[in-house]
């Protein structure tokens, strides 16, 4: 049981490059997450799935696209990478969504967008 | 708009001595509530959350939470920090996962 898993775990891309980041949980969860964390904030939602085919946007969805390929993955793609997106990004997952189930998070990757 | 406030951005304890870290949030209602910790280089974990019920909740790791309404507070604790507590702590507010707003973090170092 590998919880929540994330590929790759460091990345460097130059502006305009695209990359995707991937996240993959083995615990039956309905709901995945992406995060961003920057230096000095708390993390911001940047889109979510509340279950398999079904995806929306969170609080700084803008430059970022997402699929959930199923019901245990959920990858976030970066179409033409920009220096405001440095940052570590985490996958989260839980059963549900309303904040009752305990949520899980991945390792993180760490970008740097030159 | 939603805000979480964690006061302390930085806190040093002595090991085996009490903790509180601070946390207030502003929510139209009362919010569910979430105290995580991040350890260097890794993800979150979450510590424990509130959402109804008693007002003091425990978590994992011998933490405790306390929700106090009138002062729209969150404070978490701990009576006997262990050098393994260092790490950052983040509070949490919101009506579900996806409508989370996180405070900035404080972080705790221990000294022997």
């Known amino acids: 049981n590998a919880g929540v898993t994330q590929t790759p775990k460091f990345q460097v891309l130059k502006t305009g490059q695209s990359m995707t980041l991937q996240c993959a949980q083995d615990?039956?969860?309905?709901?995945m997450y992406w995060y961003r964390q920057d230096p000095g904030m708390g993390l911001r939602l940047i889109y979510y799935?509340?279950?398999?085919?079904?995806?929306d946007k969170g609080e700084v969805p803008n430059g970022y696209n997402v699929s959930r390929l199923n019901k245990r993955e959920f990858s976030l793609r970066l179409e033409s990478a920009a220096p405001s997106q440095t940052s570590v990004y985490f996958c989260?997952?839980?059963?549900?969504?309303?904040?009752?189930?305990?949520?899980?998070f991945g390792p993180g990757t760490r970008l740097t967008v030159l | 708009a939603q805000s979480v406030t964690q006061p302390d951005i930085h806190i040093t304890v002595s090991e085996g001595a009490s903790l509180e870290l601070r946390c207030n949030y502003s929510?139209?209602?009362?919010?569910?509530l979430f105290w995580y910790v991040q350890s260097p280089g890794q993800g979150l974990q979450l510590l424990l959350k509130?959402?109804?019920?008693?007002?003091l909740v425990q978590g994992i790791k011998g933490f405790e939470a306390e929700f106090k309404r009138s002062q729209s507070s969150f404070n978490l604790r701990k009576p006997s920090v262990h050098w393994s507590d260092a790490a950052e702590y983040f509070c949490?507010?919101?009506?579900?996962?996806?409508?989370?707003?996180f405070g900035t973090g404080t972080k705790l170092q221990v000294i022997p």
């Open positions: 989260a997952s839980t059963g549900g969504d309303r904040g009752t189930d305990t949520q899980y």
């Open positions: 615990m039956n969860h309905n709901s």
């Open positions: 799935s509340a279950s398999e085919g079904t995806t």
């Open positions: 929510y139209g209602a009362t919010p569910y």
């Open positions: 509130y959402f109804s019920g008693d007002t």
């Open positions: 949490a507010a919101g009506k579900g996962y996806q409508k989370v707003t």
